[in-house]
């Protein structure tokens, strides 16, 4: 059988499986290379153990595991540079404004061995970059969880991407999300300049956006996961990075990482992935949203709120950071930089939340202990 038949039947035999993706995205970014190659010149910081995933069409390969820094420190940082990981997710107000010092202190030197994705909540672009001791970032990541706001503000959102790019600043944009996930990202696709999207995408969200996750496929936009971890517990978190990695459509799992142990356990979880396959076998091994306890960042107690407060956010940083994640340091700088505490004052205690939310927590509860804790 020569190639071009070999080439028929292999995607015949594909399609047949429903894999529902573009052969490019298929194939493992990085080939089998001889022993003891680890050069790729195409791909920052590659490692032979490790795979790489293009984001979208952007010709950008990044690890499968890749590293968030909202609770982080430098010998973790350190360590994911060692596995092979080259994607850094940064924000000047991780960590109280410590996280992208410690990332720019280690990257000093080496900055060409990553890709950074940076959050637009800085007040100068220009100072995030200086503190990164770079001259671009290649993701500039704009943060928004409200469908309305982000429709009303793409034009903006446009024309400061745009500017930016013009100036060397920034390579390609992205959104990041944790409210109002699929209506977000439905905007971000339609708005046609986004390279990716990157939504908490825990157990709960993996069915909830199955829309937007075949859209992106087909517009060959990319999805960074965060937050993949949810509530579940920490032995069965490196199968949810498999799952997650499954679906073609994601190019990488991102999660912050406190420890080298777990930095090992999840990066090789990322790097077992050999292909992007999807296929209709692999709903069956998702862990249900009734299997978890505790918050799932749905985020139905801020849509039910009728003040429209950002309950989610207080919840997110008692049950998910707190007590899920075990970062309480996190936990309290998540809780002063979103602002929690005008949520807790401006709320009149009428249980809307409570009786919205799908995991039956006692939402008023959790309110007085962020209270306890951190006002």
Not at 53 to 58: I, K, L
Not at 332 to 351: I, N, R, V, Y
């Amino acid at each position: 059988m020569n190639v071009r038949s070999s080439r028929r039947v292999f995607l015949k035999s594909a399609g047949a499986i429903g894999m529902g993706a573009t052969a490019h995205r298929l194939v493992q970014a990085a080939p089998a290379k001889k022993a003891g190659d680890n050069a790729r010149s195409d791909i920052r910081n590659y490692k032979s153990t490790m795979r790489y995933r293009e984001v979208g069409t952007t010709g950008i390969h990044v690890s499968a595991f890749s590293l968030g820094t909202g609770s982080t420190n430098k010998d973790v940082v350190k360590a994911s540079l060692d596995s092979g990981i080259n994607l850094l997710h940064a924000s000047t107000r991780y960590m109280g404004g410590k996280s992208i010092k410690i990332v720019g202190e280690v990257l000093n030197g080496k900055t060409d061995k990553v890709h950074i994705a940076l959050k637009d909540n800085f007040s100068s672009i220009e100072e995030a970059l200086k503190m990164l001791g770079v001259n671009y970032v290649d993701f500039i990541m704009f943060n928004r969880h409200n469908a309305e706001q982000f429709q009303s503000e793409l034009p903006q959102i446009k024309k400061q991407y745009l500017t930016w790019k013009d100036k060397g600043l920034v390579k390609h944009a992205g959104l990041t999300t944790h409210g109002q996930m699929a209506a977000c990202v439905d905007l971000a696709i339609e708005a046609g300049f986004f390279a990716c999207v990157m939504p908490t995408f825990g157990p709960a969200q993996f069915r909830e956006l199955k829309k937007q996750r075949d859209a992106l496929r087909t517009k060959k936009m990319s999805i960074i996961g965060m937050k993949t971890k949810g509530g579940l517990e920490s032995d069965k978190y490196p199968q949810q990075i498999k799952t997650v990695l499954a679906d073609t459509a994601v190019c990488t799992v991102n999660k912050g990482v406190s420890t080298i142990d777990d930095l090992k356990a999840w990066s090789a979880a990322g790097a077992e992935v050999k292909t992007g396959f999807w296929n209709r076998t692999t709903d069956d091994r998702l862990v249900r949203a009734d299997e978890l306890h505790g918050c799932i960042l749905c985020g139905t107690c801020t849509d039910a709120c009728p003040k429209q407060l950002r309950v989610s956010d207080v919840i997110r940083c008692t049950q998910y950071y707190h007590d899920a994640e075990k970062t309480p340091r996190t936990a309290a700088w998540e809780f002063k930089d979103l602002a929690c505490s005008e949520c807790l004052d401006a709320c009149d205690d009428c249980g809307e939340c409570e009786r919205a939310c799908p995991q039956h927590i006692d939402i008023r509860a959790e309110l007085l202990r962020a209270r306890t804790l951190w006002s």
